[in-house]
């Protein structure tokens, strides 16, 4: 039995899909302690865990991507946010190691203090990562404009043009983050992107094909397949009264200012032959009226209604996109930034639904993009297999363990049971 201590950003798109492989590597016997948002101490240790919040200047240091006029602009306005909070998520981390004597590390892609500490603990340590690694491939389009794969010569150039030239822009920040690192004992970076895989491994948290096909993964890098869960609760009564097909449409949990997107949503539907199901997250959904065929909530357990979902409309968030790719259900993606571009282009190619920018969102236009999102369910059962296949959980627990010195687990207690 090992003990691991797992360190995540003050996000819940980063805590939940994590937690089932927290559920998997618990089931074999390792104790595991984790340390992140306040508000969900609670409901760690009711699933078992030991669990602390982390210094509470790290949460109190929002992002403000959503304030950008340009995904450039959002892109590194969330990196200002990443690395203003490595002064305080480093220094936590080794408080967290002091107090809990792990024997291995398990660190949130998105706490580059927390990173830098890791790597300079001695301990094994490794990552994960919830949404699309923004790293350069010679196979794939470079990260953070929503670009389509290469398709010819003309596209390969535009690739190695364009590449180098994002990534300059990205770089501009990172004497910022060095500055972080350097306060940790930690060696100063060439480029961003090499922070983030300076681990043993990371657990990328998707599979190819929905992730482009590449051939020059760095032999770190673990595809696992999303991790997908929800909070424990009961769906609502009023759940089974409504009628098929069934729409779900959700905002992300971290505030962006995607309200317009339930708005369109419930002016296209309203009078329609749909049901039609929003949870706001991040958004107050008193400042929603709900037509008769629409229910709004703050927050619901998507897997109730994704199991009657002919359709998810969203802003593109890794986490609702695989959620609903897993369970086979299309997704209709309106993106707003962050890496949504990526994450809606990415739907559109594995053909498991529609692409709308979110400057074309209008109520006729989602309509018509929901309808035709409908029609590409052979797309999203597609990408459900190739999740399945990448094995999840135990898959992910399988790699942690074998961070271990040889001998600290024992293979005995694995099962071929699927993680709960």
């Known amino acids: 039995m090992s003990r691991y201590l797992v360190y995540t950003s003050p996000a819940r798109g980063?805590?939940?899909?994590?937690?089932?492989?927290?559920?998997?590597?618990?089931?074999?016997?390792?104790?595991?302690?984790?340390?992140?948002?306040?508000?969900?101490?609670?409901?760690?240790?009711?699933?078992?865990?030991?669990?602390?919040?982390?210094?509470?200047?790290i949460e109190a240091r929002e992002i403000e991507d959503w304030r950008a006029r340009t995904p450039i602009g959002a892109l590194r306005a969330g990196l200002r946010g990443f690395f203003d909070r490595a002064h305080y998520d480093g220094p936590d981390l080794r408080r967290a190691v002091e107090e809990e004597r792990p024997d291995a590390l398990l660190v949130d892609i998105n706490t580059w203090?927390?990173?830098?500490?890791?790597?300079?603990?001695?301990?094994?340590?490794?990552?994960?990562?919830?949404?699309?690694?923004?790293?350069?491939?010679?196979?794939a389009p470079p990260f953070?404009?929503?670009?389509?794969?290469?398709?010819?010569?003309?596209?390969?150039?535009?690739?190695?043009?364009?590449?180098?030239?994002?990534?300059?822009?990205?770089?501009?920040?990172?004497?910022?983050?060095?500055?972080a690192r350097v306060e940790l004992g930690a060696v100063p970076l060439p480029d961003i992107q090499s922070g983030m895989l300076r681990a043993p491994l990371m657990l990328y948290m998707t599979a190819e094909p929905f992730e482009y096909p590449r051939s020059d993964w760095p032999e770190s890098v673990r595809l696992v397949g999303p991790g997908v869960w929800d909070p424990p609760a009961d769906p609502p009564a009023w759940l089974d009264e409504l009628d098929d097909p069934l729409v779900l449409v959700t905002c992300s949990t971290e505030f962006q200012n995607d309200g317009k997107l339930v708005r369109a949503a419930i002016e296209a539907f309203a009078g329609e032959d749909v049901s039609v199901v929003v949870t706001t997250a991040g958004v107050d959904p008193s400042s929603f009226a709900a037509p008769s065929n629409a229910r709004v909530v703050k927050f619901l357990p998507h897997r109730p209604?994704?199991?009657?979902?002919?359709?998810?409309?969203?802003?593109?968030?890794?986490?609702?996109?695989?959620?609903?790719?897993t369970a086979g259900v299309p997704v209709c993606v309106v993106p707003f930034g962050r890496d949504q571009l990526d994450v809606a282009r990415h739907v559109e190619v594995a053909e498991a639904g529609i692409r709308l920018p979110a400057g074309r969102l209008r109520p006729d236009r989602l309509r018509t993009a929901?309808?035709?999102?409908?029609?590409?369910?052979?797309?999203?059962?597609?990408?459900?297999?190739?999740?399945?296949?990448?094995?999840?959980?135990?898959?992910?627990?399988?790699?942690?363990?074998?961070?271990?010195?040889?001998?600290?687990?024992?293979?005995a207690r694995r099962s071929q049971e699927p993680a709960q």
């Not at 980063?14 to 089931?27: G, I, S």
């Not at 790597?119 to 919830?130: D, H, I, K, L, R």
């Not at 209604?305 to 790719?325: F, W």
Request: aromatic share 6%; net charge neutral; with cysteine.
């Open 305 to 325: 209604v994704l199991e009657r979902a002919s359709c998810v409309v969203c802003h593109g968030g890794m986490g609702i996109t695989q959620k609903a790719l």
């Open 113 to 139: 203090g927390a990173m830098a500490a890791a790597e300079t603990s001695g301990m094994p340590w490794a990552t994960w990562c919830p949404y699309f690694l923004p790293v350069p491939s010679r196979d």
């Open 14 to 57: 980063h805590l939940y899909p994590a937690v089932p492989m927290l559920v998997e590597l618990k089931r074999r016997g390792h104790e595991v302690v984790v340390r992140t948002l306040a508000s969900e101490v609670e409901l760690l240790h009711g699933l078992g865990f030991e669990a602390a919040a982390m210094n509470p200047a």
């Open 370 to 411: 929901v309808r035709e999102a409908m029609t590409r369910k052979a797309g999203a059962e597609r990408i459900a297999a190739a999740f399945a296949a990448a094995g999840g959980p135990r898959a992910a627990a399988d790699a942690l363990e074998e961070l271990l010195p040889e001998g600290a687990t024992d293979p």
């Open 144 to 179: 953070g404009l929503g670009l389509p794969p290469a398709r010819g010569p003309l596209d390969r150039l535009r690739e190695r043009l364009l590449g180098p030239v994002l990534f300059k822009i990205y770089n501009r920040q990172l004497p910022e983050l060095n500055a």
